[in-house]
């Protein structure tokens, strides 16, 4: 079949679902059909948007496909100048391979270390040409958290120096305070907070099983972003960190001998979560080259108007952005993203459809985003969260759809962040009207919860949940844990994840069914969401509110 039949194939199914719910119904959620959430992934998982990488053309189609039905669903127009699009400035930067260096002189003794093999730089969206020299001083996991009895900077001075980090937090951290310290910003504030000038960071023993240096090679080709601000300028560039490195465990090893405790002593006391700081022998060179572009890429984005509560504002997002074309893997080099997160963009446009289908109105206005960049480190969501575009209005909640990993019918969905706030219950009681049990995150280690879309909220003060496909198989012929596993390890940013891989559209549905339904719960109560009573979360990232305090229940 050519490209222009099945272009014709899908637009004519759009066509036909629309026709055929034009018709008002009471409730949204008994509107939502599988095969138009089937449609949509597979126009936007489809080797004709050549995996759809920020600020690329193949991104732009699919952003224009969003707009159009969003228009479709007569959605109100809530970006720029009275448009869908929300246009986000970026800063483009790719590390250089050959202005690249890592130096470790020790004694007069000069170590030097190869790119790709023992360590990958990040970019400096500052300089294009970038070179830094400091004494070594190892910081744990780069982690002061007081209230957890836990201090990796004690009796260390940082001031002037690089400082050695591992990636990820301890293990024993309960799994909330886990999640957020493990975030590169929260690290990156603490190190600048005392003085630090550069960063290298190394693998944690989790971090390592789940991220192998292998694969983190493997994805280096991918640019890096910042949005930038008005004035120009990239944001979260940490330009007090001049130059920030990661290194293989193998070669990082070398940073530590004749050191205070030697790398297999210092891995054992990371295991066990132990605090741990001391200075490290030689100095570290580190240069960098960086090419730098500008360039610009766009949220897609649509409001359904709320009645009496209509300046409160409930944002229901999905990344629309993926890898785009990369290193070629068994001769395919399109990174195609249909569970990531080609799906969950389908689940969220056939959620507008219906909520416009039903006639349904919520007190509060319902925005629905498609948004740009969360591959790059959440930028589009970053930049909508510190840019509300709906003047006068307050967003009070986020519910995110991302990677919903749905290959198979299952009695349970997994919800992230159902214990922090009022969403929980609301999800939960989603979940049950549409039969099936809510569980939490089953694995907290991977610190899900911060790497995704909902954490730009987060940092805004603004509650937010996520719903996704569960383990508990409704046929016990099929282990969807295993399916999870070898997505995960096999086709997880690889190429492979393309409409070839398993994707069930009914238990989609369900999703959208559940997410419509806490929309509409959440849109029409008496109170907005709130944090709940001595939340880390809500502690750390309250906002004012109308009243001047926006404290949890």
């Known amino acids: 079949m050519t490209r222009r039949w099945r272009i014709t194939n899908w637009l004519a199914a759009g066509t036909v679902?629309?026709?055929?719910?034009?018709?008002?119904?009471?409730?949204?959620?008994?509107?939502?059909?599988?095969?138009?959430?089937?449609?949509?992934?597979?126009?936007?998982?489809?080797?004709?948007?050549?995996?759809?990488a920020t600020a690329s053309r193949g991104y732009d189609i699919a952003a224009a496909y969003v707009a159009a039905e969003f228009r479709q669903a007569n959605l109100k127009p809530a970006g720029d100048g009275d448009g869908f699009f929300q246009t986000v400035p970026l800063l483009e930067?790719?590390?250089?391979?050959?202005?690249?260096?890592?130096?470790?002189?020790?004694?007069?003794?000069?170590?030097?270390?190869?790119?790709?093999?023992?360590y990958l730089p990040s970019a400096d969206y500052l300089s294009a040409s970038s070179t830094l020299t400091a004494p070594l001083t190892f910081a744990g996991f780069g982690i002061a958290a007081p209230e957890l009895d836990h201090d990796d900077f004690a009796n260390v001075h940082l001031a002037g120096r690089i400082a050695v980090i591992f990636s990820g937090a301890p293990a024993q951290f309960p799994h909330t305070q886990r999640a957020y310290y493990s975030s590169s910003h929260a690290k990156f504030e603490q190190l600048i907070e005392r003085g630090a000038v550069g960063v290298v960071t190394i693998a944690s023993p989790q971090d390592e099983k789940l991220f192998p240096?292998?694969?983190?090679?493997?994805?280096?080709?991918?640019?890096?972003?910042?949005?930038?601000?008005?004035?120009?300028?990239?944001?979260?560039?940490?330009?007090q960190?001049?130059?920030?490195?990661?290194?293989?465990?193998?070669?990082?090893?070398?940073?530590?001998?004749?050191?205070?405790?030697?790398?297999?002593?210092?891995?054992?006391?990371?295991?066990a979560g132990e605090a741990q700081a001391f200075d490290l022998p030689g100095m570290l060179t580190m240069s960098a080259t960086t090419g730098l572009r500008r360039t610009e890429s766009a949220n897609v984005v649509a409001a359904a108007t709320g009645t009496d509560l209509r300046d409160e504002v409930i944002v229901i997002t999905a990344h629309l952005d993926h890898l785009g074309r990369g290193s070629a893997v068994n001769s395919d080099s399109?990174?195609?993203?249909?569970?990531?997160?080609?799906?969950?963009?389908?689940?969220?446009?056939?959620?507008?459809?219906?909520?416009?289908?039903?006639?349904v109105k919520t007190r509060r206005t319902l925005l629905f985003a498609a948004l740009t960049a969360e591959e790059k480190g959440l930028l589009g969501s970053d930049y909508l969260a510190q840019h509300p575009l709906l003047a006068g209005k307050?967003?009070?909640?986020?519910?995110?759809?991302?990677?919903?990993m749905l290959f198979a019918p299952t009695l349970d969905m997994v919800?992230?962040?159902?214990?922090?706030?009022?969403?929980?219950?609301?999800?939960?009681?989603?979940?049950?009207?549409?039969?099936?049990?809510?569980?939490?995150?089953?694995?907290?280690?991977?610190?899900?919860?911060?790497?995704?879309?909902?954490?730009?909220?987060?940092?805004q003060g603004v509650p937010a949940i996520v719903v996704m496909g569960g383990y508990q198989s409704r046929d016990k012929r099929t282990d969807v844990a295993v399916m999870r596993s070898e997505y995960l390890e096999k086709r997880y940013h690889q190429p492979s994840d393309d409409l070839s891989g398993a994707i069930d559209y009914g238990t989609a549905a369900d999703l959208a069914r559940i997410n419509l339904r806490m929309a509409v719960d959440v849109g029409n109560a008496t109170a907005r969401p709130r944090w709940?009573?001595?939340?880390?979360?809500?502690?750390?990232?309250?906002?004012?509110?109308?009243?001047?305090?926006?404290?949890?229940?």
């Open 241 to 271: 960190l001049k130059l920030r490195f990661r290194f293989d465990q193998k070669a990082a090893a070398g940073f530590f001998e004749n050191a205070p405790k030697d790398f297999a002593e210092t891995l054992a006391a990371a295991e």
């Open 93 to 118: 930067a790719t590390p250089v391979l050959p202005g690249s260096s890592a130096e470790l002189v020790i004694d007069k003794q000069t170590h030097t270390f190869e790119y790709g093999t023992h």
């Open 17 to 52: 679902l629309l026709t055929a719910t034009t018709a008002h119904a009471a409730e949204p959620w008994s509107l939502v059909r599988p095969e138009a959430i089937r449609s949509h992934v597979e126009f936007l998982a489809d080797d004709l948007l050549e995996g759809r």
């Open 532 to 553: 709940k009573n001595g939340d880390f979360l809500g502690r750390i990232f309250v906002r004012p509110g109308p009243n001047g305090t926006d404290k949890p229940e």
């Open 334 to 359: 399109i990174y195609n993203g249909a569970q990531d997160n080609a799906l969950g963009t389908g689940i969220l446009l056939e959620m507008a459809r219906a909520l416009h289908a039903s006639g």
């Open 415 to 459: 919800a992230l962040g159902e214990q922090h706030s009022s969403l929980g219950i609301a999800a939960r009681n989603a979940a049950t009207h549409q039969g099936y049990r809510l569980n939490p995150d089953p694995m907290p280690e991977q610190v899900a919860f911060v790497r995704s879309d909902q954490f730009s909220f987060i940092r």
């Open 213 to 239: 240096w292998e694969r983190q090679v493997a994805m280096s080709w991918t640019p890096q972003m910042r949005w930038l601000d008005d004035a120009g300028k990239p944001r979260n560039a940490y330009e």
């Open 394 to 404: 307050t967003v009070v909640a986020n519910i995110n759809i991302d990677m919903p």
